[in-house]
T-cell receptor
Framework: DAGVIQSPRHEVTEMGQEVTLRCKPISGHNSLFWYRQTMMRGLELLIYFNNNVPIDDSGMPEDRFSAKMPNASFSTLKIQPSEPRDSAVYFC?????????????FGEGSRLTVL | AQSVTQLGSHVSVSEGALVLLRCNYSSSVPPYLFWYVQYPNQGLQLLLKYTTGATLVKGINGFEAEFKKSETSFHLTKPSAHMSDAAEYFC????????????FGAGTRLFVKA
């Protein structure tokens, strides 16, 4: 079975550029989470969706960040404009709450470097 | 709101020694509790989970954890450490509202000495 698929795996960009990270959750999972991992702040929950609807976006750091889930098989996290402090590993995870009681399945992450 | 505290950002043990990683949680409702492991340059993988029922749960690679409601703890143990256990370990709490929002602790990096 295919796991959670994230792209790109690595992204290097310059300050001010737009960055789009993509995620394909596991088929049949109805919850999707975006996390950011840094040495200083650990794993931060940015936003999560249930049945394609954003439930809690209180972790989104500022208006430069936005996330969408147009359908059950695709989500994007966009940063516009990007800043050096956005450099981190961004993880997408999915879950089937009714079956797996909240267990999260993580992608391999997208490592973002903003110069 | 739920929260997780992991005591000790780094733990070092000798190969064959007991592994004990500490986790305390805060939750306004009965929580679901998890331990995840992260190897370098990889995503997190589930080690074990507590939802309901037996408070001592066993996971992969010989790890186990005990849910103690009175102490709001969910410590992770393994009787004998192996070199391959070196990784970062995350405790997490999830509340069964609106899609299982899951919050992670800061993580504990485990070093295993030969």
């Amino acid at each position: 079975d295919a796991g959670v698929i994230q792209s790109p795996r690595h992204e290097v960009t310059e300050m001010g550029q737009e960055v789009t990270l993509r995620c394909k959750p596991i088929s049949g999972h109805n919850s999707l989470f975006w996390y950011r991992q840094t040495m200083m702040r650990g794993l931060e929950l940015l936003i999560y969706f249930n049945n394609n609807v954003p439930i809690d976006d209180s972790g989104m750091p500022e208006d430069r960040f936005s996330a969408k889930m147009p359908n059950a098989s695709f989500s994007t996290l966009k940063i516009q404009p990007s800043e050096p402090r956005d450099s981190a590993v961004y993880f997408c995870a999915s879950s089937s709450g009714t079956v797996n009681t909240g267990e999260l399945f993580f992608g391999e992450g997208s490592r973002l470097t903003v110069l | 709101a739920q929260s997780v505290t992991q005591l000790g950002s780094h733990v070092s043990v000798s190969e064959g020694a007991l592994v004990l990683l500490r986790c305390n949680y805060s939750s306004s409702v009965p929580p679901y509790l998890f331990w995840y492991v992260q190897y370098p340059n990889q995503g997190l993988q589930l080690l074990l989970k507590y939802t309901t029922g037996a408070t001592l749960v066993k996971g992969i690679n010989g790890f186990e954890a005990e849910f103690k409601k009175s102490e709001t703890s969910f410590h992770l143990t393994k009787p004998s450490a192996h070199m391959s256990d070196a990784a970062e370990y995350f405790c997490a709490v999830s509340e069964t509202t609106g899609g299982f929002k899951t919050i992670f602790g800061a993580g504990t990096r485990l070093f295993v000495k030969a």
